[in-house]
């Protein structure tokens, strides 16, 4: 979709993805190499109770989500700003995880573009938020005069 096409207010919702012990441990051991997401004795004994994923992949998955659904397309140029990031409750294997998106701000720019700020809000499979955060990306904006 392009610039125009969205609006203030308007609200999306991602399929489901099913979160893994292994795809926990794979993204843990690559970008958030700790015992809460690598070690299932440890992480056992923690306040957990268990091996937990990252909070910088469960905004990936958040944003993986957002973009599947197809809504930027081809018209999205570059993300721009990521801000009100907040982790609010583990994510645990087996958890099944969806995305609401909400367009909460829209900022026309020159040469045909705009931005459009979007709330990511991940909840798992007994609808509890885990995860917030407000993402903000350069679309085009074909109406707009070229200067």
């Given at each position: 979709m392009q610039y125009q096409e969205f609006h203030i207010g308007q609200i999306f919702r991602t399929k489901s993805l099913q979160v893994t012990s292994e795809n926990i441990k794979e993204f843990a051991s690559e970008f958030d190499p700790q015992y809460m997401h690598l070690d299932e004795k440890k992480a056992g004994e923690g306040r957990f109770g268990g091996i937990i994923a990252s909070g910088i992949?469960?905004?990936?998955?958040?944003?993986?989500?957002?973009?599947?659904?197809?809504?930027?397309?081809?018209?999205?140029?570059?993300?721009?700003?990521?801000?009100n990031i907040r982790f609010l409750k583990p994510v645990?294997?087996?958890?099944?995880?969806?995305?609401?998106?909400?367009?909460?701000?829209?900022?026309?720019?020159?040469?045909?573009?705009?931005?459009?700020?979007?709330?990511?809000?991940?909840?798992?499979?007994?609808?509890?938020?885990?995860?917030?955060?407000?993402?903000?990306?350069?679309?085009k904006n074909e109406n707009r005069i070229q200067e």
């Open positions: 992949q469960t905004l990936a998955i958040s944003f993986k989500l957002w973009v599947e659904t197809g809504s930027y397309g081809e018209d999205v140029i570059a993300g721009t700003a990521m801000n645990y294997p087996g958890d099944e995880l969806y995305t609401i998106v909400e367009v909460i701000d829209l900022q026309e720019k020159r040469n045909q573009t705009g931005i459009v700020t979007v709330t990511l809000s991940t909840y798992n499979d007994k609808e509890e938020k885990v995860f917030v955060g407000d993402l903000s990306v350069l679309v």
